[in-house]
């Protein structure tokens, strides 16, 4: 799979939040976006996801174009902004519902992957209402990975973890990598993402320009 986006710009109210953006992502590659808050991060993810329309320019995925072809970008899964689920089922149980509408898993798989983020047995039986911000965040990733896409996109997927699991979920997105996916992952916070992205790009002012980064003797 190889996604473009061409001279791709998003305003609001007349004013630019991304202006002429070009890039490409291909597989087997991590992508990292790191800027301020507010620098247009999330819209960039939110446009590639098929959420925003852009204002001027296209998206393709291998040749189609996202907003003629297809309504979202297909075999994606994405982790934008704060994770949402039903608030009086458990973690599980929020997984099970939304693994229930494409009937691609099953509960074995689900309680695999919350394994893989650290959500405790205990956690997982949890009501959504009552996980903290980082349980949210691991639900959130868990989310994003049972269903095994070809294109993962994560916004801040690292906020309020901590530091053990964080290390855990950097080592996963480098094993899905080998497996050929996309990986897109935005974060304000550049030591997040410095070492696990491929490609970093820097978001500031509407502007995407690759980040250099240093080279180590």
């Known amino acids: 799979m190889k996604i473009e986006m061409k001279n791709v710009s998003k305003k609001f109210d007349g004013n630019y939040i991304l202006k002429n953006v070009n890039l490409i992502f291909e597989e087997g590659h991590i992508y990292g976006f790191i800027g301020r ?8 993810l939110k446009i590639l ?3 925003y329309t852009p204002s001027e320019g296209e998206i393709y995925v291998d040749g189609k174009n ?4 297809m309504e979202f970008l297909p075999d ?9 689920f039903l608030p ?12 229930s509408i494409h009937s ?12 893989w983020v650290c959500l405790s047995k205990e956690d997982q039986e ?8 980082g349980m949210k965040q691991k639900l959130g990733i868990a ?8 294109v993962m996109i994560f916004d801040e997927p690292l906020n309020g973890i901590e530091d053990e699991t964080a290390l855990k979920i950097r080592k996963i997105f480098m094993e899905e990598k080998k497996k050929g996916k996309i990986i897109l992952i935005a974060s304000h916070i550049k030591e997040d993402i410095y070492d696990l992205a491929d490609i970093l790009f820097k978001v500031d002012e509407g502007q995407v320009k690759l980040y250099q980064k240093e080279t180590k003797e």
């Open 104 to 115: 691609k898993i099953d509960e074995k798989r689900i309680r695999e992957v919350l394994e």
């Open 88 to 99: 009086d089922i458990s973690g599980f149980e929020n997984l099970k519902v939304l693994a």
């Open 126 to 133: 949890k009501k959504f209402h009552k996980y903290s911000l």
């Open 37 to 44: 808050n507010g620098s247009g991060k999330s819209v960039l």
């Open 49 to 51: 996801c098929g959420f």
């Open 66 to 69: 996202v907003s003629k072809d």
């Open 143 to 150: 989310q994003v990975l049972m269903e095994d896409p070809k």
């Open 76 to 84: 994606t899964r994405v982790l934008i902004e704060k994770p949402t």
